[in-house]
C-alpha cells in the first residue's frame, strides 16, 4: 500500500514526542467532529499506551491525527482517525490510515471500527467490512450506530 503525497505545507510526524501535545487542543477536535465524551488527561494516557502514534500539524496547529492500539505484532486496531474538518477532503485521513497501516506489515489482523457514514471512504482504500466482528455495546448510543437490529 503506499503512502499518499504528504502536503509540503503541513508538518507529519510519526510517534512524536507525546508530551509536547496540547491535549486541551486535540479534546477540541474530538468535539469539533461530535465525539464527545473524552477528557484530555485520559485521551494523554491513551495515546501513550498506543503502539503507533501520528499528528499533522498546520504550523504548530494539530489538524489530524490517529492511532494504533494493539499488542505489537499480532492484533491491531486504528483508533481515533480525526481530521479537523476545515481541513478535509485534502487526502489527510487517507495519509493517517494508509501510513498506519503501513506499519503494521506481517500482522494476522488489523482493523478498525468506522464512525457512522464513513464506510464508504474505507471502502474505497480497500477496507472490507468483516462478518465476524462484535461489540459488547457500551451503551444506547452504540447499540444504535453500531449492531445490527435484531
Known amino acids: 500500500m503506499n503512502i499518499p503525497t504528504e502536503n509540503p505545507n503541513y508538518n507529519y510526524k510519526l510517534n512524536p514526542n507525546l508530551d509536547a501535545i496540547d491535549w486541551d487542543y486535540v479534546i477540541s477536535l474530538f468535539y469539533k467532529i461530535e465525539w464527545k465524551h473524552r477528557k484530555a488527561e485520559e485521551i494523554a494516557a491513551a495515546f501513550k499506551n498506543s ?3 501520528i499528528f499533522i500539524f498546520n504550523e504548530d496547529k494539530i489538524i489530524a491525527f490517529g492511532r494504533v492500539v494493539g499488542d505489537g505484532r499480532y492484533y491491531a486496531q486504528l483508533a481515533d482517525i480525526v481530521v ?20 503494521l506489515i506481517d500482522y494476522h489482523f488489523v482493523n478498525l471500527s468506522a464512525a457512522p457514514g464513513a464506510d464508504t471512504f474505507y471502502k474505497s482504500m480497500g477496507w472490507k467490512k468483516q462478518t465476524t466482528s462484535f461489540i459488547w455495546p457500551q451503551g444506547p448510543k452504540q447499540l444504535r450506530q453500531h449492531c445490527e437490529k435484531e
Open 84 to 103: 479537523d474538518p476545515d481541513f478535509q477532503g485534502q487526502g489527510l485521513g487517507k495519509y493517517l490510515v494508509t501510513t498506519l497501516n503501513n506499519q
Open 51 to 53: 503502539t503507533t502514534t
